[in-house]
């Protein structure tokens, strides 16, 4: 699937903007805080139906606008695809394909693959497990529909035991009520584990490989699935934690635990790892999650790098510039402070390409 023009009005401190794209490579140049995250952003949007920094929606409408409109229109050579969303404060957004309304935003996820690589990730290495998770399961439920709903419903359990256990009625001493949620929790959470399993398996030699790529083979990285599921006694562990839970007032045994760890031989990267061999790692698994969902059968996903050479050595940013310019990948939009970067992989490439300047929310093709 590959973007051939997109509409906006009123997002973020892009006033209005219709563009046309390349079906290769689309780069985006201008200062600091000029609007090229907030372009990306747009096109994030479209694919997941929220904003890659989890902003609220009345945050995404520009300052004194009224509503914001996005409008991508998409092909993959066979078919075209009409995304619309429009967004209102405190109404509820609308999201549209080909002009007709989903019932769920869950719907959406998976129809135009999208990967994004952006300085934000840096909270996948040094944040907390939760954003770990969010990166696995997002990857997934963007080629396995059964997954995200079983997620869904799985977090929807988890609520309803959260809230349960912090009540103080007659409910929350009832046993028989526990046990269902228990047992509905250990059903999907199961499903989780093995599928999330599944992934890791087929997902790490591709993150070494590619990190391997950048680093020209002179260190050895690993991705380590930690979680309680690894030992299969977690039917007994949740009924022994139950009690537990009821001081605390929340759950602590499921695959809402789970985490998912970076390591250089036995040290985790983000304790021991430079500023570089972070990102590094970062990129390699974004450029991985693009090759595995192409290899998953998916429409080859729209690939958005933002500001991705600051920190790196020369060494690695050559590698990454000959990976961005090789065939491997379909549309390409990257975005810099220079052209530096830029005219080095336009100069390798023979592929077709637009360059963009970005100012004060104005985006002009040069």
């Known amino acids: 699937m590959i973007i051939n023009r997109i509409s906006i009005l009123n997002f973020k401190n892009i006033e209005e903007a219709d563009l046309i794209f390349s079906s290769k490579m689309n780069c985006f140049f201008g200062n600091n805080g000029m ?30 606008s009224e509503f914001c ?9 066979c078919r075209e695809e009409e995304i619309y969303c429009g ?74 035991r959260n809230s349960l256990l912090r009540e103080n009625t007659p409910y929350a001493t009832d046993d028989s009520l526990f046990d269902v949620l228990d047992s509905q929790l250990l059903t999907n959470g199961k499903t989780l584990h093995a599928k999330r399993k599944e992934f890791i ?30 030992d299969n006694n977690t039917e007994t562990l949740i009924a022994s934690n139950r009690e537990r839970d009821k001081l605390l007032g929340f759950t602590g045994v499921g695959v809402h635990k789970d985490d998912f ?22 990129i390699a698994m974004k450029l991985a999650q693009f090759d595995y969902l192409s290899k998953k059968g998916t429409s080859p996903p729209l690939l958005l790098l933002d500001d991705i050479f600051d920190k790196l050595d020369a060494v690695r940013v050559e590698q990454i510039v000959k990976l961005a310019a090789s065939k491997r990948f379909g549309q390409i939009f990257i975005t810099d402070t220079n052209r530096k970067y830029m005219d080095e992989i336009l100069a390798g490439m023979n592929h077709d390409y637009k360059l963009f300047r970005v100012e004060n929310g104005k985006i002009g093709e040069l």
Do not use: W
Request: proline content about 3%.
């Open 35 to 64: 609007g090229k995250t907030n372009l990306l952003d747009a096109l994030y949007y479209l694919s997941f139906t929220k904003s890659y920094t989890n902003l609220p929606e009345s945050q995404l409408v520009k300052h004194d």
């Open 261 to 282: 760890l970076f390591m250089f031989d036995k040290f985790l990267i983000r304790k021991i790892g430079s500023q570089g061999q972070n990102k590094t790692c970062l």
């Open 201 to 230: 398996e087929g997902f790490l030699p591709v993150f070494k490989e590619y990190y391997s790529q950048i680093c020209i083979g002179s260190e050895n990285v690993d991705m380590q699935y930690e979680s309680q599921f690894n």
């Open 87 to 160: 967004i209102k404060p405190r109404s509820r957004k609308v999201f549209k394909r080909n002009k007709k309304e989903y019932e769920r935003m869950s719907e959406h996820i998976g129809l135009i693959p999208l990967v994004m690589v952006s300085p934000a990730d840096s909270s996948l290495i040094q944040g907390g497990s939760d954003e770990r998770r969010k990166f696995v399961d997002m990857v997934i439920s963007q080629y396995d529909k059964s997954y995200l709903h079983t997620l869904i419903h799985y977090n929807k359990v988890l609520r309803q």
């Open 69 to 77: 409109v996005l409008q991508g229109f998409y092909t993959d050579g």
